[in-house]
């Protein structure tokens, strides 16, 4: 049986993806900070024994180190690093700590901590369980916003966080292609989540689904590439 680890597992994406490796049955481990508040997840896990659910803060380096110890000789074939924050938001009509003249200094290192180095810390972590898997995946769920080739104005926080994951992830793929590891960049999309707002093009379901065919087929060749949930490449 295949294995599948999911961070921010609670909500949005992170649920969703649950959802569908649990009916594909495969075995699920869900991370989330505080599982006595994650009811959905909770009830998932209620419908079958495929699901297990951990509390995990990815911004406590030495949690994830804890939960690695305790699950070491699980064989992990795909790592979906998908927790993560938006930065601070306008309220009131005002200006938003992403905004320049009014930065949000320490929301912008809590962002840079969650976004950018959490991925990799999960990859160091358990890097052991992933390379004695069937499928050796680490997938990171980042952002079109990351990309300097694309970018526009404002966000200045959150797209900084994910050219930095971006960088930090196709760095890894080019130090774990001796390993078989293959390391996925994926931009979900536009999305009705929480983060994406009602406004979004598409539905968790279809980016998702999406993400997760790209995540099946992915190469050697493939490994450090940065594309959306369609597989169309995009620019750095």
């Known amino acids: 049986m295949s294995t599948v680890m999911i961070t921010g597992a609670n909500r949005g994406l992170g649920l969703e993806f649950v959802r569908q490796y649990l009916k594909e049955g495969w075995h699920v481990l869900a991370l989330c ?4 508040k994650a009811t959905v997840l909770r009830q998932l896990g209620k419908e079958g024994s495929l699901l297990q659910v951990y509390a995990l803060d990815v911004a406590d380096f030495a949690a994830i180190d804890r939960l690695a110890a305790e699950l070491d000789g699980e ?3 795909v790592l979906i690093n998908n927790a993560g924050v938006s930065g ?16 949000n200094y320490e929301a912008w290192s809590e962002a840079f901590k969650i976004n950018s180095q959490a991925p990799f810390k999960m990859a160091e972590a358990f890097i052991q369980q992933i390379e004695a898997s ?8 980042t952002s079109k916003m990351g990309s300097i080739g694309d970018a526009t104005t404002g966000s200045t926080i959150y797209r900084s966080s994910k050219t930095a994951v971006n960088m930090a992830m196709t760095t890894l793929a080019k130090q774990l292609a001796g390993s078989g590891v293959k390391v996925a960049l994926l931009h979900p999309g536009w999305v009705r989540t929480d983060m994406g707002g009602p406004q979004a093009l598409i539905g968790v379901e279809e980016s998702v689904a999406g993400m997760r065919k790209l995540i099946a087929s992915i190469t050697p060749a493939e490994s450090g590439k940065f594309v959306d949930y369609a597989g169309t490449a995009i620019p750095w």
């Open 33 to 36: 900070r505080d599982p006595q």
């Open 88 to 103: 601070p938001r306008a309220t009131d009509g005002g200006p938003s700590g992403q905004t320049f003249g009014h930065t």
């Open 75 to 77: 064989t992990i074939d």
């Open 134 to 141: 069937e499928h050796k995946i680490i997938a990171t769920i």
